[in-house]
């Protein structure tokens, strides 16, 4: 057998078989728990206090035993910390307490850097704030989506960068390291763009339903729900190529009326909106606005802003 047949990826590292405990079954904890489990680390202990963290956790991670911080922080090689943000600073306090040299601590916060571990990281223990580019709905195949997944990274030393690249790469991950000082920058960013995306999606498929069908009672639920999925998929394949256009192009991929310095539309479009849903007129307007400082739209610009 030659050296090629032998081993198929020479140059691949591969990183140890890790004991890991998760702090909050949440859906990021047990979705990245079942990750880590697909690549061969063994999930042990998961801290889970609410009766449904401690429902998903049996389902989910089910040779993981439910148990305390402390104890998972003392048994465990790997220690991931799913809290949320405001509640990090003092689960690492207390992790710090059962942790020394050659413990990984990492949490997944986004807005939050690695510094929030510092009383971790001056027991020795290597830590990384590893935030996966993502959203979960808290279903089974959630751990599924880590594939391919870029993660915002953030590292102190050149140890953590090779362990945190050893870690999301088992897990098919590609890592973006983030500067300390830029995470509250990276996080919000991330928000503004898949948040403020889901809102204006939301709102658009309200309007496009009401001009879908005849002259229905909109109050029959049946009927407002086929209208609003027959509006999702009426407006799908454009959403989806203008984020794709906006992700390749950047605001040369903008069109639509705003870009064009169309005034006469964007004031029928207002009048339109403010007819049927005027909580939603005040949002075309302001991203209107931004599309027009964008691509340079003069006339529209004067408009919005007299």
């Known amino acids: ?23 909050s079954a949440g859906k990021v904890g047990v979705a990245l728990g079942q990750a880590l489990e697909r690549c061969g680390h063994r999930v042990t202990h998961v801290v889970a206090r609410s009766p449904e963290s401690v429902t998903r956790a049996h389902l989910r991670l089910p040779n993981a035993q439910v148990s305390s ?21 003092e689960v690492a306090e207390e992790v710090a307490r059962h942790v ?38 808290g279903l089974d195949d959630d751990s599924e989506l880590l594939t391919g997944c870029p993660w915002g990274i953030t590292v102190g030393d ?14 098919g991950g590609r890592p973006v390291f983030i500067n300390e000082q830029h995470r509250g920058l990276y996080h919000a960013a991330m928000a503004h763009g898949s948040n403020g995306l889901g809102a204006v999606v939301v709102d658009a498929v309200e309007m496009l339903a009401t001009t879908i069908g005849g002259d229905a009672a909109a109050e029959d639920t049946d009927i407002a729900e086929l209208r609003r999925g027959q509006a999702a998929e009426l407006l799908r394949p454009l959403l989806e190529a203008s984020l794709d256009n ?35 007129g005040t949002a ?18 004067r408009y919005l802003r007299r």
């Open 1 to 23: 057998m030659t050296q090629s047949q032998h081993d198929s990826h020479p140059h691949r590292t591969t990183a140890p078989r890790l004991t890991v405990g998760i702090i």
């Open 284 to 301: 075309y307007l302001a991203l209107a606005e931004r599309i027009a400082e964008l691509r340079g739209a003069n006339e529209v610009l």
């Open 158 to 171: 050149e140890l953590a960068k090779t362990v945190s690249e050893l870690l999301i790469g088992e897990l």
């Open 100 to 137: 020394g040299p050659g413990r990984i601590v990492m949490h997944t916060s986004g807005s939050l850097g690695r510094a929030v571990l510092d009383p971790v990281a001056l027991t020795g223990a290597l830590t990384i704030a590893a935030h996966p580019a993502m959203t979960f709905a």
């Open 69 to 89: 911080i402390a104890d998972t922080a003392s048994t465990c090689e790997l220690i991931v910390i799913a809290v949320p943000d405001r509640a990090i600073a």
């Open 246 to 280: 906006a992700l390749r192009w950047g605001s040369r991929g903008l069109t639509g009326p705003v870009t064009r310095d169309d005034l006469g539309t964007v004031v029928k479009h207002e009048r339109e909106i403010e007819a049927v849903a005027p909580e939603m």
